[in-house]
């Protein structure tokens, strides 16, 4: 038995760049705002209201198909998809249905995805254009503890984009560093705002060692995608490893306690019923929009990647884990344009700082504001100067990203590399009177001045400069041979 | 040509009533007592409203409309609005328990325009729930009675309006038409009905039955107060996707009594066919006849297709119905149940069991049938094809005839009782109705004569827009039957 | 049987019930109109006829992404229905 596993992503994403909903003009801007007050007659499906299709929300659509390399429907057929649910206004949703010669707004595109040793090219099955449900909440926390739900329309009738993969992935690194690659898509785009809460959303379906597909939805970024994936395949795996079969199911994830479990009564998985919505006649979507669309579409992350390698000439696969995200690749950009150096600042970027965001939890968007341009060019300076060496450097990115800190603050506190060979000969001198027999040792044996230089270091708690360090070491060696 | 209930005075037209007022305006206030005066006397057996807005209510708005610079092409009417259409702040039930108490808390762009033009809504009519049925029997909460006869129906599902209509408890009266529930009620009360080209008025308001058969349209006493009310309910929409961008015209100027052109009419054979009372037929040929003495060449045709119309009909209606009312689970409006602990899918199951009727219910039950897996290809997409057939052959069977004519309804309207507990024969009322619903013409229902005492109504359809012509036909018919005023 | 099993399927997904003592009543009215509706089955049509679904024959409506503004008070009074701290009562779900 093969432990093989197949993944399949279904992304949901709000078009969170128009001032109004897909269907009516209500504010796109649901987020803070006071329960239901963000409604009309059309999202909240009063009798005798209709749909009018935002005409934006069709160009954004055009966009994404575009940029994923989609064909293009010639029409936009909107079809009801039927399920009873209290945060669903009209107990249908409008979409796009693949059956019965309707069809989807775009099919048979694809991304690549960069995964440092290899690479990789996710089909994209299709792309639909939807619109989003109210938000129900719990008043005793979950559903099962609560006698009654409350709803909020505020978000029902958001448009979104729906893009689903073929099942193309085969583990859960993957599918986070697909949907990173999506989302900056989408925000190169003007799209979506992925920093937003529930602007993207992805449900995966995995299949494990060629058993059933479960389903598990409501996952809410690329961290925690990756997160639910591993938790999933070891679940699954478990299972059959102690005998046990798998079932064709729907779970959910629930992020605080970052396992999955399973989801709503199958009353809900039966029958949609799709058909045309007789509300909303087929859409042409003309040629020339599309060209002028086409010709209007800005720089993606493919392109962009290529331009960082050959304008900063930093590797490639550097500059593919940059373009990942809109808003850190821009950070790239303008501090390079502040202070230069852009290999270190790459690297600074993709190896410490993107591991400091993960490990902390923290928001993008916050660790950026936290590692801004100024603070990051300070540091780079200190490098330079040679104030701080490598590894003290890695220290000040740390400290600046938990702390919230400015740099200067950290070098105030004395964490400099000590630089002055005065100071370091008085270590050195120490270190010589404390290890006699190593000093020995190191006269006849080069390779014991390491240890020399070790206790340098810890003494001064690394802030020696090691090149220097070793350099003083050597010479007081040949000093005492010849004295 | 007016049922006992009408007055002199009552059964006043838009043109006249304008013209009166124009002269004194005091004529208003009148003519509103006296409608009221049969409205008092008589509506307590015809039950035309499920509301009536209280006389002092309509006689303050006469006033603000009084003091307005102008009096609008409406002029004060007394315009009747069947149930289905959103009133801000009138209930507005759509015949049904389940909007008992609802109010709108929006105007339908009908009603709007209504308003503007200086029309003064009087009530709210009574109709087949979620106006499904011919006879207005299907109503929640009453059945209304025919003015002509009151042991008959009025027909339906717009039959309230109509009934207000000609029992001249209103001037004018606004239905709604998806597969005859304007046409079928016009002809059984002696009145004339109008269904607009699909998109010619907007639907925003409008409660949906089959949204894409529903239009509404006027019902009135004569031919030229349909137009006045078309010529201000008709044009394009921004808030309604199906509704049309053409110029309106103002239609009164084609309510003349000679043919405004040379025209060229066709009867179609399925709709004069079996089923189609002998009686009725006269009426048709009597009319048609004189028709002839226009200089109107009438042929006839068959088109095989319409065989299947019925059946197409009742599926789309019933498929977009299952759609349509699956909103109404008692969670944002309508009858509401306090359900603490039970799960949605119980309440709503509870909610939608107390609130909808067993017509409603058969309906729903069908339409979730046809579009289910596995049978949506048979039904829902065959349906559709028919549809496209019958669209095909009106489209062919128009570059040659300028408009159709037909009996309305296949017998006079029928006593209470008769037909409604048997789904086919109420089905069976609309067989020369729904066809045009399918392909989006526009048809009017005008009176063409009586059989045992009871209105006949004869119908006139044409192709997309055409309703210049039809009203002319109609203005024709009306002189023909002997309609003064 | 099998009938009445299909019919309580419908009614499921529907979430529309009748009486117990109605059904029978309501399962003669249904096959009734479903034999009116079978009449379509077996009719032949052309294979490359398209469906229609709509007669509307007019240009595309589409709406510019302009906000309306509306009084918060007037969008508070859509929903007819006691609120809990603004949150809309509804039953249990899963």
Request: aromatic share 8%; charged share 25%; glycine share 8%.
């Amino acid at each position: 038995m093969s432990d093989r596993v197949i993944i399949g992503l279904e992304v949901h994403a709000q078009i969170t760049s128009l001032k109004t909903k897909l269907f009516c003009s209500c504010s796109s801007d649901y987020r803070g705002r006071k329960p239901n007050t963000n409604v009309c007659p059309t999202c909240l499906g009063l009798p005798g209201s209709l749909p009018v299709l935002n005409r934006a929300a069709l160009e954004k659509a055009i966009a994404l198909a575009l940029a994923l390399n989609c064909r293009i429907s010639e029409k936009l057929i909107f079809v009801r998809k039927h399920y009873f649910y209290p945060d669903l206004p009209k107990n249908y949703q409008i979409s796009q249905y693949d059956r019965y010669g309707l069809i989807p707004f775009a099919v048979s595109g694809s991304i690549a995805i960069d995964m440092g040793n290899y690479s990789k090219v996710v089909r994209i099955r299709r792309i639909n254009i939807e619109e989003d449900t109210g938000r129900i909440v719990y008043p005793g926390g979950s559903p099962l503890g609560s006698t009654y739900s409350l709803v909020d329309y505020n978000r029902a009738g958001i448009a979104l984009l729906e893009i689903v993969t073929e099942p193309d992935f085969s583990n859960s690194r993957e599918a986070r560093v697909f949907l990173e690659k999506l989302g900056s898509i989408l925000e190169h785009l003007d799209i979506t705002d992925t920093s937003l809460e529930g602007a993207l959303r992805a449900d995966a379906n995995i299949s494990v060692a060629g058993g059933p597909r479960v389903e598990i939805k409501n996952i809410g970024s690329p961290r925690e995608l990756e997160k639910a994936l591993n938790y999933e395949i070891a679940r699954q795996l478990n299972i059959l490893k102690s005998g046990g079969t798998l079932e064709r199911e729907t779970r959910h994830w629930i992020k605080e306690k970052g396992i999955t479990v399973p989801s709503r009564a199958k009353e809900l998985e039966g029958d949609y019923r799709y058909f045309p919505d007789p509300d909303l006649p087929p859409i042409s979507i003309p040629p020339d929009l599309i060209e002028s669309i086409k010709r209007r579409l800005p720089e993606l992350p493919d392109l962009r990647a290529r331009r960082l390698a050959e304008e900063y000439g930093i590797g490639s696969y550097m500059a593919s884990v940059l373009v990942l995200n809109k808003r850190l690749c821009d950070h790239f950009e303008n501090t390079v344009r502040l202070c230069g150096n852009p290999k270190l600042v790459s690297s600074i970027l993709v190896n410490e700082f993107l591991r400091w965001v993960d490990e902390l939890d923290l928001d993008l968007g916050e660790g950026l504001r936290r590692l801004n341009s100024k603070r990051l060019c300070r540091i780079v300076d200190y490098l330079e100067k040679g104030l701080i060496s490598v590894k003290l450097l890695k220290e000040y990115v740390r400290r600046v990203i938990v702390e919230n800190t400015d740099p200067e603050k950290i070098v105030e506190s004395g964490m400099t590399t000590l630089s002055s060979a005065e100071d370091i000969e008085k270590i050195v001198e120490e270190v010589f009177k404390e290890y006699p027999k190593a000093v020995e040792d190191a006269r006849r044996d080069p390779k014991a001045v390491n240890f020399l230089v070790g206790q340098v270091m810890k003494k001064t708690r690394g802030r020696a400069d090691p090149k220097l360090t070793n350099a003083i070491i050597l010479r007081r060696l040949q000093e005492h041979e010849s004295g | 040509m007016s049922p006992p209930q009408c007055t002199d005075l009552a059964t006043i037209g838009i043109k006249s009533l304008r013209a009166r007022v124009e002269e004194d305006p005091d004529f208003l206030f009148k003519y509103i007592e006296e409608v009221y005066k049969i409205i008092e006397k008589y509506e307590g057996v015809i039950k035309a409203y499920i509301t009536l807005r209280p006389m002092e209510e309509v006689v303050r708005e006469a006033e603000e409309v009084l003091k307005r610079g102008t009096l609008g092409p409406l002029g004060g009417s007394l315009v009747a609005v069947k149930d289905n259409i959103s009133t801000k702040g009138i209930r507005t039930t759509c015949g049904s328990k389940m909007l008992e108490n609802y109010v709108p808390p929006y105007d339908a762009t009908v009603v709007e325009r209504i308003k503007t033009a200086g029309g003064i809504i009087i009530g709210k009519t009574n109709m087949d729930e979620f106006a499904m049925g011919s006879t207005t029997e299907n109503s929640s909460f009453f059945p209304t009675r025919n003015p002509w006869d009151l042991e008959r129906v009025p027909g339906g599902s717009s039959g309230g309006s109509a009934a207000a209509v000609a029992a001249c408890e209103a001037t004018v009266a606004l239905g709604s038409d998806t597969g005859g529930s304007i046409r079928l009620p016009a002809a059984y009360t002696g009145t004339v009905g109008l269904k607009p080209t699909y998109g010619l008025v907007s639907r925003y308001g409008l409660i949906a039955y089959a949204s894409s058969l529903d239009q509404i349209g006027p019902i009135g006493r004569c031919v030229d107060d349909v137009a006045r009310v078309l010529s201000v309910i008709a044009g394009h929409d921004s808030r309604d996707s199906t509704s049309l961008k053409v110029e309106v015209p103002d239609y009164t100027q084609f309510v003349s009594e000679e043919p405004l052109r040379k025209y060229r009419a066709v009867v179609i054979e399925e709709m004069i066919g079996e089923g189609v009372d002998r009686e009725v037929i006269k009426v048709l040929e009597h009319v048609v006849d004189k028709l002839e003495g226009y200089d109107i060449e009438v042929e006839f045709r068959s088109i095989p297709i319409l065989e299947y119309s019925l059946p197409a009909y009742y599926i789309i209606a019933m498929a977009e119905a299952s759609s349509n009312l699956a909103r109404y689970d008692g969670l944002r409006y309508g009858i509401h149940l306090s359900t603490e602990g039970l799960l949605w899918t119980k309440t709503y199951a509870q909610v939608r069991k107390m609130g909808f009727g067993d017509e409603v219910k058969r309906r729903i039950i069908l339409g979730t049938y046809v579009l289910s897996e596995g049978l949506y290809e048979g039904y829902y997409l065959k349906a559709a094809k028919v549809r496209r057939a019958i669209y095909d052959s009106f489209r062919k069977l128009f570059s040659e005839f300028d408009f159709a004519v037909s009996p309305t309804a296949p017998t006079p309207p029928p006593k209470l009782g008769e037909v409604v507990a048997d789904p086919l024969k109420l089905y069976s009322l609309d067989i020369n109705t729904v066809p045009v619903n399918l392909a989006g013409l526009p048809a009017i229902s005008v009176p063409g004569g009586f059989v045992g005492g009871l209105p006949v109504g004869i119908q006139l359809f044409g192709p997309p827009l055409s309703e210049g012509v039809l009203i002319n036909v109609a203005r024709m018919v009306e002189v023909i039957v002997g309609y003064e005023r | 049987m099998k009938q009445v099993e299909l019919l309580k399927k419908l009614m499921t997904l529907a979430l529309v019930e009748v009486d117990e003592t109605k059904l029978g009543g309501i399962l003669r009215d249904l096959e009734k109109i479903v034999e009116m509706f079978n009449k379509i089955l077996n009719l032949n049509l052309p294979n490359d006829l398209e469906p229609l679904y709509t007669t509307y024959f007019g240009e595309r409506n589409v709406r510019e992404d302009v906000e309306e503004s509306v009084e918060e008070s007037e969008r508070c009074e859509l929903l007819d229905r006691e609120l809990e701290e603004g949150y809309l009562k509804a039953p249990r779900t899963l």
